[in-house]
């Protein structure tokens, strides 16, 4: 791959096998999970901290890879970047996936392997833009599954609950974005949750939720009705409450925003041409927020 590194340096993604060793690794971030603590068995009372990211290196290939550690220095890395910034690893372990357990919770990639991150052998270094090249850049704004491989709001609300539990992809437009409410648990476990209305030219407006911090910063960045979102594995859940079906981000989705698109320019074009609001929209507009807003804690 050609960047301002020399590009003899760095492992391409495809050429990944158990046997490589000492491996450097230029990517950027596609996707990223939040950090969680687990019970350490070697060491009863204590916890292992770990979250996994999702890098590409190629239009083709992208692979996982999950660091542990202490909690400073879980927190630390995560801290350290975030998605659509390039990074570079150095000796990571190369692992084959165990494919049944993981791609049921982590984002589904095209190779066979995985990448294993230690606190002691393993380091991430973030790259600036402009030491990067275009092409590696741009890997963002293509989405990792086939740009027609996704369903329509409409068609979404048209097979209702016969996609309750189903995981899809969508392409939508942003309508609005709300503040991330926090809540506490039963069992005092503390976390946030933002919804977002989409849209699109089948369905005026459509919500999906994000429970995670890292979706919740990239949603914070969306600008309502300029914003295109392809999002890849999305599980379709029908809301008794609200008597409607709803989108939610697992662990499993990979969010591409204004992906470069056939299919998402011509949806782009739409909500452009239509940015003109009657007042029923605005009316509408004015309910959402409030809505997806009020109120900001809640216990479950």
Not at 5 to 21: E, G
Not at 224 to 239: G, H, L, M, N, Y
Not at 255 to 271: M, R
Request: glycine fraction near 4%; include cysteine; charged fraction near 25%.
């Amino acid at each position: 791959m050609a960047n301002s590194f020399a590009s003899k340096t760095f492992t391409a993604l495809s050429d990944l096998h158990p046997n490589l060793a000492n491996l450097k690794i230029i990517g950027i971030v596609i996707g990223k999970t939040d950090v969680r603590g687990f019970p350490d068995r070697k060491n009863i009372g204590s916890e292992r901290y770990t979250f996994s990211f999702t890098i590409r290196d190629s239009p083709t290939h992208f692979v996982n890879a999950t660091s542990w550690g202490s909690e400073g220095y879980i927190r630390s890395l995560s801290d350290s970047f975030r998605v659509g910034e390039c990074v570079i690893i150095e000796n990571p372990l190369i692992q084959r996936k165990e494919l049944e357990r993981e791609e049921k919770f982590s984002p589904a990639t095209p190779g066979n392997y995985k990448l294993l991150l230690s606190e002691n052998h393993s380091t991430v270094k973030i790259c600036s833009s402009y030491q990067v090249d275009t092409k590696l850049l741009a890997l963002i704004y293509l989405p990792v599954k086939e740009s027609r491989d996704f369903y329509s709001l409409g068609d979404i609300v048209a097979n209702g609950c016969s996609l309750d539990g189903r995981i899809i992809n969508v392409l939508a437009a942003v309508r609005s974005v709300g503040e991330p409410k926090c809540f506490t648990t039963s069992d005092r476990r503390k976390g946030q949750r933002c919804e977002v209305k989409l849209y699109d030219e089948t369905e005026s407006s459509f919500a999906m939720i994000c429970w995670d911090n890292e979706s919740i910063l990239v949603a914070q960045s969306w600008v309502p009705r300029d914003t295109v979102i392809f999002a890849s594995d999305v599980k379709i859940s029908f809301d008794k409450f609200r008597n409607c079906m709803t989108a939610t981000v697992i662990s499993k989705t990979i969010i591409t925003t204004n992906p470069d698109t056939p299919e998402a320019n011509i949806l782009l074009n739409f909500i452009r041409e239509n940015k003109e609001t009657n007042p029923l929209d605005d009316e509408i507009d004015s309910y959402l927020k409030e809505s997806v807003n009020s109120p900001a804690v809640v216990t479950l």
